[in-house]
């Protein structure tokens, strides 16, 4: 069974920047797939990026690409996600998601695990 845990959500300014972690259980972290999902208030979760086993392809929604970045550290059984230039429409319950497997896919349903969510709020 697979457990993930996010962290680094909080409150900032828009223009600012904050780096979310997924600390994640199991074994052969580098298999996994893993990424992000987005839940603002009175709409869909959302497609926000994701990243091979290995670290070798990133994938990112539209509306955050150039201003975030995806990582993982295998060694830390750790995902982060590095958020610049915030904008108040950033603004959500963030969910670090897992996979199995190679592919990157960006439909909620193709994640067999998640985490309970952690909050970025960005104030205008």
């Known amino acids: 069974q697979v457990q993930l845990a996010e962290s680094g959500g909080g409150l900032v300014q828009a223009g600012g920047s904050l780096r979310l972690s997924c600390a994640a259980s199991?074994?052969?972290?580098?298999?996994?797939?893993m990424g992000w999902f987005r839940q603002a208030p009175g709409k869909e979760r959302e497609f926000v990026s994701a990243?091979?086993?290995?670290?070798?392809?990133?994938f990112y929604a539209d509306s955050v690409n150039g201003r975030f970045t995806i990582s993982r550290d295998n060694a830390k059984n750790t995902l982060y996600l590095q958020m610049n230039s915030l904008k108040p429409e950033d603004t959500a319950l963030y969910y670090c998601?897992?996979?199995?497997?190679?592919?990157?896919?960006?439909?909620?349903?193709?994640?067999?695990?998640w985490g309970q969510g952690t909050q970025v709020t960005v104030s205008s």
């Open positions: 998601v897992l996979r199995e497997g190679t592919r990157v896919p960006t439909t909620m349903s193709e994640y067999d695990y």
């Open positions: 199991g074994r052969t972290f580098s298999s996994y797939t």
């Open positions: 990243i091979r086993g290995l670290g070798d392809r990133t």
